[in-house]
């Protein structure tokens, strides 16, 4: 099979947002307990941080990490985990129904994330608690020094201020299952006065609404435009959330799922624009698409952990290698709207449907889905170019016209470099790419990386990375001509210098 490209430096759809590979530590799981913190283990720096999880987190280059929750904030006490941890309280913590013992809070985490170089995204609870809580921890973080808030976090031995820029103004409160659950009326107005008062206290922060917890739900979209013509004048993003599961076993479906986010993209955009026009404003909000992934593995899993223990091990999904694939398809996505996508979460980044697996008390390993996500993450920095593709398409269950190829090339101007990341869903045929690369005059070819395997259903494991690219000589740049093997079903990285 065959299919064609043009790809072209004027063809410019945005300068790419970094923040597009962030991600996400929720108190969920082992995912702080046991994952990035683990006092005892023989990796465990002086703060009880993990340095072979910090290590593994660093080759991701993850910019911003979203904190502390995900359906956890909404009944969090963000007072509980500061201060000396001999006094901070165990709380039962409803959403996930464990027992949360605070050794690690919001000033241990902005210390972590340091470390690993990522910026803090930070949730507000909007669930049990509102505009006052919300106001008083951005007064513990963000205010200098001289009032109660934060002069309390000096005496707890942070004399400068976090400075955290972006904040969610609660989390998925368009869900009945999340604690004080919020019909898109109330929330809008929670967030409204929320993000009032937060900016009276520090105005050079970005917040995030909250929109759909995915396109299933009953209210989407009437819950982004109701919540946005309340809040329009306070927020500066609107949070998108998605997961996917193959629960059928249908492969040729579950890798076209990328499709439902695209569409679930252009619908919020409209969305917000339309309530632009209707405000007559000239402010545009972006999206923040602030959780997506592959979740379904560990379901039923979860329903035999028995309630009230500490750090169990909760969504731990497996990843295989068909999941790796649809990763990719969706980073793809995320570049082909990088003109509104400013940012995205990779829910999650340890133990919990995670990239990145620890063993308590042992080593650490790379799932399947690590790899697209870091080569996204390294390489697709720069401007996002619109490919002109033309690929064969097939339909599937809930999809029709699908393209076999899924493509999206990131120009890095400074330096010199375009990458062209590439998706291929045909599930028996290899597919040659031809590309017309002729406005990148000089250029030549640096490596074509693969991530393939014959079973769809391959897992990486912490004795074996069955899952892992390598990279291919059979590809060819010639006369500004790319000329690509795409292996079936392949996660493909061509990069051009
Ligand atoms: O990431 C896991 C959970 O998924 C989050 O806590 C919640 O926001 C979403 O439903």
Request: glycine share 6%.
């Amino acid at each position: 099979l065959q299919a064609k490209m043009i790809l072209d430096k004027n063809y410019e759809i945005a300068k790419i947002d970094e923040r597009i590979y962030g991600s996400f530590i929720e108190h969920l799981g082992r995912a702080v307990y046991g994952g990035i913190y683990e006092p005892g283990h023989p990796e465990a720096d002086e703060q009880g941080f993990r340095k072979d999880v910090i290590e593994l987190v660093k080759e991701l280059q993850v910019p911003i990490v979203r904190y502390p929750g995900g359906n956890m904030v909404s009944a969090y006490n963000w007072e509980d985990g500061v201060g000396p941890k001999e006094d901070r309280p165990r709380r039962l913590e409803l959403a996930w129904r464990v027992i949360e013992t605070n050794e690690v809070g919001t000033n241990e985490f902005v210390d972590w994330a340091k470390k690993v170089n990522s910026d803090v995204m930070m949730a507000v609870n909007l669930g049990t608690r509102g505009i006052d809580a919300a106001r008083n921890l951005i007064e513990y973080t963000n205010h200098p020094s001289g009032t109660y808030w934060s002069d309390l976090r000096r005496s707890h031995g942070y004399e400068q201020p976090h400075n955290i820029k972006t904040w969610c103004l609660g989390n998925e409160m368009d869900g009945p299952w999340q604690v004080g659950h919020k019909t898109a009326y109330e929330y809008g107005r929670i967030a409204q006065e929320t993000g009032k008062a937060m900016k009276l206290v520090d105005p050079t922060i970005e917040l995030v609404a909250c929109g759909s917890s995915n396109t299933g739900m009953p209210t989407f979209p009437e819950y982004e435009a109701t919540t946005l013509d309340i809040a329009y004048e306070q927020v500066d993003y609107i949070s998108l959330h998605q997961y996917y599961g193959n629960r059928n076993n249908d492969a040729a479906n579950y890798l076209a799922k990328n499709m439902d986010m695209d569409h679930f993209i252009k619908t919020v955009r409209a969305t917000c624009d339309y309530i632009k026009a209707k405000h007559r404003s000239k402010k545009t909000i972006n999206l923040s698409f602030d959780e997506w992934n592959v979740w379904y593995h560990s379901n039923d899993a979860d329903k035999k952990i028995e309630p009230w223990t500490i750090a169990p091990p909760q969504l731990e999904d497996h990843y295989n290698f068909e999941d790796a694939l649809l990763v990719g398809s969706m980073l793809i996505t995320f570049l082909q709207h990088a003109d509104r996508v400013k940012m995205a979460c990779l829910a999650q980044l340890v133990n919990v449907i995670a990239p990145i697996m620890t063993e308590n008390n042992g080593r650490s390993w790379k799932q399947t889905i690590f790899y697209p996500y870091m080569h996204a993450s390294i390489f697709g920095r720069g401007v996002s170019l619109k490919p002109i593709l033309s690929s064969p398409k097939y339909d599937s269950k809930d999809f029709t016209d699908v393209p076999y190829i899924d493509s999206a090339a990131v120009y890095n101007e400074e330096k010199d470099e375009v990458t062209i990341f590439l998706v291929n869903k045909h599930l028996e045929d290899a597919i040659t790419v031809t590309t017309d690369v002729r406005s990148f005059e000089g250029y030549s070819l640096v490596e074509h990386i693969i991530l393939e395997n014959d079973d769809l259903k391959a897992v990486n494991t912490v004795d074996h990375q069955a899952v892992a690219p390598h990279t291919n000589s059979e590809s060819k740049l010639g006369d500004g001509i790319l000329e690509a093997r795409l292996p079936k079903t392949s996660w493909n990285v061509i990069r051009l210098k």
